[in-house]
């Protein structure tokens, strides 16, 4: 019973994330002006993300060894799902798509240096990017569900983690590797991009920088 909470809040979490999403893409196809069967590398992705464009597209999806999700069942779009690393996509030419792609994946790399090289992946890949990250100024933090988790002293944290390890240890091993990117940096890493901030009930929920 001492997760039935945690349980809920996830399940509770549900529509409104499905909603979040929507709406982002609306954003992305306004901004970067899709228009149908442009060829987009989703780093660190899912087919399912992409049921909500109802343009169809051709879409390179990679992930991790061991973490490809399941191929989707009925799409309007083409999939292609490759095992590899968002920092190191070394079966991919020098701008060989349209669009280089990714939804809350770059706090999960890995250190700054790691950030940066999936940032210059990025910008190697293709000459148009969407690259979005939660906002630690939002009240809800999106991975542990806690209260402005972000501002929380480290032996706070570290107690919480340590409670949370019993029973949910994957769960916390992806809250340790996580790291939420300030606007500052996202900006750093993508020189000239426009930077579009997601606004929720008055906070910022997520960045987004883009280049079409």
Known sequence: MRYAL???????????????????????IERMQISGGERII??????????????????????????????????????????????????????????????????????????????REVQRLAPAYWVQTPSVWFPIEAHTMMPFWWFYPRWLKGLLIRRWRQKLPAW??????????PRSELAGLFPGATIWAEWKMGFVKSYTAYRR
């Open 42 to 119: 989703d780093l660190g992705g899912t087919p399912e993300f992409w049921a909500d464009c109802p343009v169809a597209l051709e879409i390179v999806v990679v992930n991790l060894p061991g973490e490809q999700p399941p191929g989707p069942n009925l799409s309007h779009h083409r999939f292609t799902l490759i095992a590899g690393d968002a920092c190191n996509v070394d079966f991919a030419a020098d701008q060989s798509f349209d669009i280089a792609f990714s939804n809350s994946v770059i706090e999960h790399v890995g250190d700054a240096e790691r950030r940066r090289a999936m940032a």
């Open 172 to 181: 916390c091993e992806m809250v340790e590797t996580t790291t939420v990117l």
């Open 6 to 28: 945690f349980h809920f809040l996830l399940r509770l979490k549900t529509p409104f994330s499905q909603a979040a999403r929507r709406q982002r893409m609306v954003e992305f």
